[in-house]
């Protein structure tokens, strides 16, 4: 069964570091979103990718944050200069239709910021 | 706005007993998605059901049954004779269909305990 691949699965940075989390979406896939949970609340959506361009961004995508599919295979999450408190569980998801057949979430990074 | 309430926190049941979890949503649309998943221990989000707004069956998958009520904006979820496997923290999320980009709002969770 297709899945979708997330890497790391931890990752441990220090404060003002740069952080790339991988995604590989499910291959037929045309929608991507990225999720944040911080330890202990709920899922907050962050962004949606769609025809190589956020559709959608969250009040948390701040400039820190930005998206890239670079090779279309790949969907990756970038923080700049990462903040004790974006440590946090980040899920990738796909989807092939919007809003239509369930998002597809990857197993999830846990982004740890010291 | 769209919002989705799960007001029960944290749930402890014993083995056998059989438990509701509550989920109540807002939306202004009238094509809309809702969605169960259950995030076990291990971090992993795992896809229960879907079901569209127009689609007000109930539907019983083995132990687990959903109850979708447009007119109490509800979709309830209950575990019939629990298991301590079912152990989880339970999320109920929406999806507006014609909203752009399909995202996926979730509620604060609910997390069930099931003791031997």
């Known amino acids: 069964e297709p899945e979708v691949t997330q890497t790391p699965s931890h990752q441990v940075t220090q404060m003002g570091q740069e952080v790339i989390l991988r995604c590989v979406p499910i291959s037929n896939h045309l929608y991507f979103y990225w999720y944040r949970q911080i330890l202990g609340q709920k899922v907050e959506f962050l962004v949606s990718f769609y025809n190589n361009e956020i559709s959608e961004k969250s009040e948390i995508f701040d400039d820190q944050f930005s998206v890239e599919r670079p090779d279309g295979s790949n969907f990756t999450l970038k923080i700049r200069s990462t903040k004790l408190e974006d440590s946090a569980m980040y899920f990738c998801?796909?989807?092939?239709?919007?809003?239509?057949?369930?998002?597809?979430f990857g197993q999830g990074t846990r982004l740890t910021v010291v | 706005a769209q919002k989705v309430t799960q007001a029960q926190t944290e749930i402890s049941v014993v083995e056998k007993e059989d438990v509701t979890l509550d989920c109540v949503y807002e939306?202004?649309?009238?094509?809309?998605?809702l969605f169960w998943y259950k995030q076990p221990p291990s971090g992993e989000l795992v896809f229960l059901i879907r079901r569209n707004s127009f689609d007000e069956q109930n539907e019983i998958s083995g132990r687990y049954s959903w109850n979708f009520q447009k007119s109490t904006s509800s979709f309830n979820f209950t575990i019939t004779a629990s298991q301590v496997v079912d152990s989880a923290v339970y999320f109920c999320a929406l999806s507006e269909v014609y909203y752009q980009g399909g995202k996926l709002i979730f509620g604060q969770g609910t997390e069930l305990s099931v003791k031997p």
């Open positions: 998801a796909s989807m092939t239709d919007r809003g239509g057949p369930e998002a597809f």
């Open positions: 939306t202004r649309d009238t094509t809309y998605y």
